[in-house]
T-cell receptor
């Protein structure tokens, strides 16, 4: 089955700086790559996703890049703000999969 | 819309006890699933359902049962609780069948088994 590795486990950046979280996956058939944000005491919430037919997708301060050859994808957050502090999970899924395979999460800390 | 609701929010069980975690959604979603979240482990799929009357196993189904008698409800049953089932449980739903769509997660149930 699919295996997703996520790095780093903790990331601390100054407010206003950029943050980058990286994930690798093992199943070359995977074609759907979402990112979820989980705030303390809440369930995860989708912030952006990308499918294998595109290499990059942007939504305001958030962008995701995908390199299918290398089997890795990354989340980029620019101009970080205090409300960006949370745990972020990447996930990957091959076609017709039962569910998502998640990475272990990155705790993003925005320092004022 | 309330979205995805889960009850209870917290629960403490003794080893061997049974209980049911409730999950309901009011978005008329066909696909529903249960994940468990353990420290440093991410989320792992327990069971899922693609519609009323249809359920199937995910990555870690042992010790859990599910049923789907209505579109709205997808309860998760622990038959005989074990300390290894101490975890945070999340229910999720999506409009379209399968995982390649936005999953709407509930707020979670934190379960401790002594």
């Amino acid at each position: 089955g699919e295996n997703v590795e996520q790095h780093p486990s903790t990331l601390s950046v100054q407010e206003g700086d950029s943050a980058v979280i990286k994930c690798t996956y093992s199943d070359s058939a995977s074609n759907y790559f979402p990112w979820y944000k989980q705030e303390l005491g809440k369930g995860p919430q989708l912030i952006i996703d990308i499918r294998s037919n595109v290499g990059e997708k942007k939504d305001q301060r958030i962008a995701v890049t995908l390199n299918k050859t290398a089997k890795h994808f990354s989340l980029h957050i620019t101009e970080t703000q205090p409300e960006d502090s949370a745990v972020y999970f990447c996930a990957a899924s091959p076609p017709e999969a039962d569910g998502l395979t998640f990475g272990k999460g990155t705790h993003l800390i925005i320092q004022p | 819309n309330a979205g995805v609701t889960q009850t209870p929010k917290f629960q403490v069980l003794k080893t061997g006890q049974s209980m049911t975690l409730q999950c309901a959604q009011d978005m008329n979603h066909e696909y529903m699933s249960w994940y468990r979240q353990d420290p440093g482990m991410g989320l792992r799929l327990i069971h899922y359902s693609v519609g009323a009357g249809i359920t199937d196993q995910g990555e870690v189904p042992n010790g859990y049962n599910v049923s789907r008698s209505t579109t709205e409800d997808f309860p998760l049953r622990l038959l005989s609780a074990a300390p290894s089932q101490t975890s945070v449980y999340f229910c999720a739903s999506s409009y379209y069948q399968g995982a390649h769509n936005e999953q709407f997660f509930g707020p979670g149930t934190r379960l401790t088994v002594l």
